[in-house]
């Protein structure tokens, strides 16, 4: 999927720009986010998510 979009780890972008591209494709941000007060975690492996609850 990053491929197709012409995507790579040195992409300057702003954050609206980010934000818009995984709104438009969520398959990019197929990991889940936790946040929580003080922390946020990628729930890959979703062992990580019990290290913040």
């Known amino acids: 999927m ?11 972008r702003t954050e ?3 934000l818009e591209m ?3 494709s969520p398959m ?3 990991r889940p986010t936790v946040v929580t007060d ?3 975690v990628i729930g890959r ?3 990580t998510i ?3 609850i």
């Open 45 to 47: 492996p979703p062992e």
């Open 16 to 18: 609206d720009e980010w």
């Open 2 to 12: 990053a491929k197709e979009k012409g995507l790579s780890a040195s992409d300057a």
């Open 50 to 52: 019990l290290s913040i």
């Open 28 to 30: 990019l941000i197929a």
């Open 22 to 24: 995984m709104v438009d």
């Open 38 to 40: 003080h922390k946020a």
